[in-house]
């Protein structure tokens, strides 16, 4: 079995008499996009600081390649990059001149290196001028590039797309789907755009009041509703919103000439059969499965995510 990249073990955290972070325990393998979710205050920016060292945990301890962070830190943290909240950069230098002035810290960064990682975030036509000059969203881009610079084997993102126009966010997710997949790189994204995290993670680690509500596969947790919403495209409507009230004795949603009915997944084909005999003219049914977003909410009690 493949050894997992990140091993949180019963970790703890307590402020005070204040217990922030309770008995968190969870691994995250190479090659995956795992999505660190939690409404305002749930600990998932604590827990981040912790896997990378900047926090002491109280209980507990976190394993990086098997090598404990509390015991031999220097050595677990050497194949992690990362961005916790926003990138530091040095705004009167360029942004190359900000990556030579990184690749100073790490052995072994080579310049055709520096240039590989220019070309993967897209900033090789501006990464000559000053990073005042830069939007927020090329900022994030260079901070991304500081985090690969030395090829890290962990990649530990929080907000990586905080500030950036539709087609950045694109592009930020299709690198980090890239590096997962073509690197092996296990990658760790906060962020509160869930529909980005659906599309951009495999699996999702769900945090509140400091406690893990669950991990799933991105497919197990929005699909795995045993009943779905669907929409029927019908016509005359009246006399099909009549045989659905008495099919299930609920009325369904009216919206156009279209009829919505939360039901089994399995009856779908029953419920079809029904209208056409009763000479119901269906042109289409469509099941919609819940979003991220909703289900997130519904296993939170309604929480935002921030």
């Known amino acids: ?11 703890k955290k307590k402020i005070g008499s204040k217990t922030i972070i309770k008995d968190l325990s969870f691994d995250i393998y190479p090659g995956e996009v795992f999505g660190f979710l939690g409404p305002n205050g749930a600990g998932k920016t604590t827990t981040i600081r912790m896997i990378v060292g900047l926090m002491k945990m109280s209980e ?27 990138p530091e950069l040095y705004k009167h ?4 001149l900000n990556l030579i002035h990184y690749a100073r810290m790490v052995n072994g960064v080579t310049k055709k290196r520096i240039d590989e990682v220019v070309e993967l975030v897209g900033l ?3 990464i000559h001028e000053k990073v005042k000059t830069y939007s927020l969203g090329m900022r994030q881009r260079l901070g991304l590039a500081q985090a690969l610079l030395h090829s890290p084997k962990i990649l530990i993102l929080d907000e990586p797309t905080n500030g950036l126009d539709p087609a950045g966010i694109r592009e930020i997710r299709q690198y980090i789907r890239r ?15 869930l529909s980005e995290m ?19 596969t991105v497919g197990e947790f929005v699909g795995n509703d045993h009943e779905v919403m669907v929409r029927f495209a019908v016509d005359p409507i009246d006399r099909a919103f009549a045989i659905l009230s008495e099919h299930y004795q609920a009325s369904p949603q ?11 997944h399995e009856d779908i084909p029953e419920l079809i059969e029904t209208l056409v005999q009763n000479n119901i003219k269906i042109y289409g049914v469509h099941a919609e499965s819940k979003t991220l977003e909703e289900k997130f909410l519904e296993v939170t009690g309604g929480e935002k995510i921030v």
Do not use: W
Not at 1 to 11: E, K, S
Not at 70 to 84: F, N
Not at 198 to 216: A, K, S
């Open 1 to 11: 079995m493949t050894q997992p990249a990140i091993q949180l073990q019963h970790v």
């Open 60 to 86: 507990g301890d976190i394993l990086i390649f098997g090598k404990s962070i509390k015991k031999h830190y220097k050595e677990a943290i050497k194949p992690v990059g990362a961005i916790v909240e926003n």
């Open 93 to 96: 230098l360029s942004g190359y």
């Open 124 to 126: 090789k036509q501006r």
């Open 179 to 193: 590096l997962a997949a073509e690197e092996g790189l296990a990658v760790i994204v906060s962020s509160h755009l």
């Open 198 to 216: 659906e599309l951009m993670c495999d699996r999702l680690g769900i945090i509140q009041n400091g406690q893990l509500v669950g991990v799933h």
């Open 254 to 264: 009216k919206e156009g000439n279209q009829l919505l009915h939360p039901m089994n």
